[in-house]
């Protein structure tokens, strides 16, 4: 059932195709070791890659990776400020959670309304 032209058809199609994949996928420095990881891991660890976020994680909250002023400047990175969004807060807290601090129930409870209201 084959052509030549089917053969033609599909060696264009693998030509154009380029590791132009899904942005998310896209190499970013982590904010720790700066080394290179994929957007989307970045974007769920608090711009930390894996490695470093396990890290993290393993030391007690106490100690900490971050100064105060860092986590502050990681928080709002993730949280995009800049943009004008009156549910900026409501990102901050969403960030902060992520960022690995603990936050009151409340908190937890209004970001979450607040950005499924969006
Ligand atoms: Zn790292």
Same mark, same amino acid.
């Given at each position: =059932?084959?052509?030549?032209?089917?053969? /033609? &058809?599909?060696? +264009?199609? /693998?030509?154009?195709?380029?590791?132009? &994949?899904?942005?998310? @996928?896209?190499?970013?420095?982590?904010?720790e070791c700066?080394?290179?990881?994929?957007? +989307?891991?970045?974007? =769920?660890?608090? /711009?930390?890659?894996?490695?470093c976020?396990?890290?993290? #994680?393993? #030391?007690?909250? @106490?100690? &900490?990776?971050?100064?105060?002023?860092?986590? #502050?400047?990681?928080?709002?990175?993730?949280? &995009?400020?800049?943009?004008? @969004? /009156?549910?900026?807060?409501?990102?901050?807290?969403?960030?902060?959670?992520?960022?690995? @601090?603990?936050?009151?129930?409340?908190?937890?409870?209004?970001? #979450?309304?607040?950005?499924?209201?969006?």
């Amino acid at each position: =059932m084959k052509t030549f032209d089917d053969r /033609s &058809g599909k060696a +264009k199609a /693998s030509e154009g195709h380029k590791e132009y &994949g899904n942005p998310e @996928d896209e190499l970013m420095p982590c904010s720790e070791c700066h080394g290179s990881a994929p957007r +989307k891991v970045l974007v =769920m660890f608090g /711009s930390l890659c894996s490695g470093c976020y396990e890290r993290y #994680r393993n #030391r007690s909250t @106490d100690v &900490g990776v971050f100064t105060h002023q860092e986590k #502050r400047a990681i928080v709002e990175k993730i949280a &995009g400020i800049g943009r004008s @969004d /009156s549910k900026a807060w409501a990102h901050i807290l969403k960030a902060r959670e992520k960022a690995g @601090d603990r936050l009151s129930s409340l908190q937890r409870r209004m970001w #979450r309304e607040a950005l499924r209201e969006q």
